[in-house]
Each structure stands twice: as structure tokens, then as C-alpha cells.
């Protein structure tokens, strides 16, 4: 069966220019969480690298070679792998991001462990993902069987996410969320939200650690 990324590379991408302020609030997000140059980083999952453009992320790797040549004509250095088995050798970036990616990872523990090994001392690991508990969270779960993209995604909550990262070593975690509009009202939304500290409501949380 053919990866819907795959197949559907040019209609996902679509998506974020239907969507242009859902997107520009989830880039708000992640900005809040970035205090250092990203000229070194790798984004795990980069998709069609709207994210990895918008955030000036320089390589990316996913399993989805036609959302790999978007990204590429967006000017970021692709590779074709899977995040359990990285390419790279050990410390390789300053900084990793994984950015709405989390909930397709069939072994999230493991690639969160490979991100790390390729993540340099002292090096940023910012991880944005759908808020499994929250309402919009609640509403793409009862949607999946509907969504070619989401039918085997699963949401996570973020401790769960939290609690991976500590294992893994990573410390001095901060969490920062947005979209608080009802799920079923925001894609007429015509406001960028702002970020606020914490992961307990927002329906996208962005948590980020330190190795």
C-alpha cells in the first residue's frame, strides 16, 4: 500500500495555503521554543518542508520521496531514511526538531532515542505535536477513518511525549502550546494565535529539551 504522503504530496502541502493561519500560529509556537540558530539543525519527518523553510532548518529526512522533492525546491537538503535509523553519525546537530510528526512514529520511544544520538552536547531537541488530551486532540481522533493522512495516527499526550525525553536524558524541558479555537471552528479562523507557557489546553504543544 502506498504511503499517502506519498501519493498525496502535492495535496497535503496544499493544505498549509488553505490553512495559512493555523500554520502561521503553529510557526509562532515553535519560535517561541528557538533561541539559537538553526543553520545546523535536522528536522525529523520534514515532509514537504513548509515547517523546515518557515524556521530556516537546513537538512530534513523523511520516508516520503515525492514530499522530499517539494522540500527540496524549498531549498533544504533531503535524505530518504526513517527516524529509527539515521544516517548520521553520533553529535551531528546543533539541534533536532520533529514537527508534527510524533503520532505516525510507530515506535516513538525509539526514533526519540536515535534523534538524540545524532543531537551534539548541550544540543536543543524541539518536538511539536497535536495535544492527544485536548479538544482538538479529542477531535481528530473521532475524525481519523475520514483523513487519508491520520487513519493510523495515534495522539499522544505530552507527558507521554515528556516522559520519553526523560528517559532519554534530555533535561531543562519547557512546554509552550496555541490553538485554543474550537476544532470544529478553525479552519475560518483568521488570527495567528499567540503561544502561551505550558501544554495543558492548547491543541498543538511544542516541548523542548536540552541533552
Not at 16 to 24: A, P, Q, V
Not at 46 to 69: C, H, M, P, Q, W
Not at 179 to 203: A, C, M, Q, V, Y
Request: aromatic share 12%; net charge positive.
Amino acid at each position: 500500500m502506498q504511503n499517502p504522503f506519498d501519493k498525496y504530496a502535492v495535496e497535503y502541502d496544499r493544505w498549509y495555503d488553505e490553512n495559512k493561519f493555523i500554520f502561521l500560529s503553529e510557526v509562532e509556537s515553535i519560535k517561541k521554543a528557538i533561541d539559537f540558530k538553526t543553520n545546523d539543525s535536522i528536522e525529523i519527518g520534514v515532509g514537504t518542508g513548509r515547517f523546515a523553510k518557515a524556521l530556516g532548518i537546513k537538512y530534513g529526512i523523511d520516508i516520503s520521496e515525492n514530499a522530499l522533492k517539494i522540500a527540496q525546491k524549498r531549498g533544504i537538503k533531503t535524505y530518504k531514511s526513517n527516524a529509527n535509523n539515521l544516517p548520521f553519525e553520533n553529535e551531528k546537530f546543533g539541534s533536532v526538531f520533529i514537527i508534527f510528526t510524533a503520532c505516525f512514529l510507530k515506535n516513538p520511544s525509539k526514533a526519540v532515542k536515535e534523534s538524540v544520538r545524532v543531537l551534539r552536547k548541550k544540543g536543543k531537541i524541539i518536538i511539536a505535536m497535536i495535544n492527544g488530551n485536548s479538544d482538538m486532540g479529542r477531535y481528530y481522533k473521532k475524525k481519523r477513518k475520514e483523513n487519508i493522512f491520520y487513519k493510523k495516527a495515534k495522539f499522544y499526550s505530552p507527558k507521554t511525549i515528556i516522559n520519553i525525553l526523560k528517559r532519554t536524558g534530555i533535561k531543562k524541558i519547557k512546554t509552550y502550546q496555541t490553538l485554543f479555537t474550537d476544532p470544529g471552528l478553525i479552519k475560518n479562523s483568521k488570527i495567528i494565535e499567540k503561544p502561551r507557557n505550558g501544554h495543558d489546553k492548547g491543541g498543538v504543544v511544542v516541548i523542548r529539551g536540552e541533552k
